[in-house]
Antibody, heavy 116, light 109 residues
Framework: EVQLVQSGTEVKKPGESLKISCKGS????????IGWARQMPGKGLEWMGI????????KYRPSFQGLVTFSADKSIRTAYLQWSSLKASDTAMYYC?????????WGQGTMVTVSS | QSALTQPASVSGSPGQSITISCTGT?????????VSWYQQYPGKAPKLMIY???NRPSGVSNRFSGSKSGNTASLIISGLQAEDEGDYYC??????????FGTGTKVTV
């Protein structure tokens, strides 16, 4: 079965760092870009950017450039989204998705709550 | 780079057809045929319904169709059913080599 499995719920304090993961299985992980999307509570979806797991080429949407970092480890078929210093406004559900014809496979989402 | 514009809500009766518009610019929807549509139920991950403007993934009902004219793409749901109730988002490739979502539309049956 083709799937993306994301890491679990996180509760962090402002200023802390965080790295969440997205593990692919059932397909050639390096043949498809991975996209990251944010959904703040009660709000719409926002693309954050995409990463090529084969060579870690990244494309960030301007509003997320410099605020987050995408990475990938193709040896373990895993993509990552990380923050160096979280803010309360980073509280959201984060999804990864595989790019094929459209973003056809989605992870289950990782809920990140940032609160003092 | 702003979100694509969608109506906040669209409603219809069972069996009717509805259309959801998605308006962008010549730097996204207007210049690329990489428009896709996603259905999302509350608390669930999005599901791909249409890709490349008008193509349906395997397993998606043929009641869903897509089109594009200029800077505006559209999702048409025909034979509306109760299970179609949810949020719908369009997405487009952009000239910045990234993607942008629409503002989202709540469909009520």
């Amino acid at each position: 079965e083709v799937q993306l499995v994301q890491s679990g719920t996180e509760v962090k304090k402002p200023g802390e760092s965080l790295k969440i993961s997205c593990k692919g299985s059932g397909y050639s992980f390096t043949s498809h870009w991975i996209g990251w999307a944010r959904q703040m509570p009660g709000k719409g979806l926002e693309w954050m950017g995409i990463i090529d797991p084969d060579d870690s080429d990244t494309k960030y949407r301007p509003s997320f450039q410099g605020l987050v970092t995408f990475s990938a480890d193709k040896s373990i078929r895993t993509a990552y989204l990380q923050w160096s210093s979280l803010k309360a406004s980073d509280t959201a559900m984060y999804y990864c998705a595989r790019l094929d014809d459209g973003f056809d496979i989605w992870g289950q989402g990782t809920m990140v709550t940032v609160s003092s | 780079q702003s979100a694509l514009t969608q109506p906040a809500s669209v409603s219809g009766s069972p069996g009717q057809s509805i259309t959801i518009s998605c308006t962008g610019t010549s730097s996204d929807v207007g210049d690329y045929n990489y428009v896709s549509w996603y259905q999302q139920y509350p608390g669930k991950a999005p599901k791909l319904m249409i890709y490349d403007v008008s193509n349906r993934p395997s397993g998606v009902s043929n009641r869903f169709s897509g089109s594009k004219s200029g800077n505006t793409a559209s999702l048409i749901i025909s034979g509306l059913q109760a299970e179609d109730e949810g949020d719908y988002y369009c997405s487009s490739y952009t000239s910045s080599s990234t993607y942008v979502f629409g503002t989202g539309t709540k469909v009520t049956v």
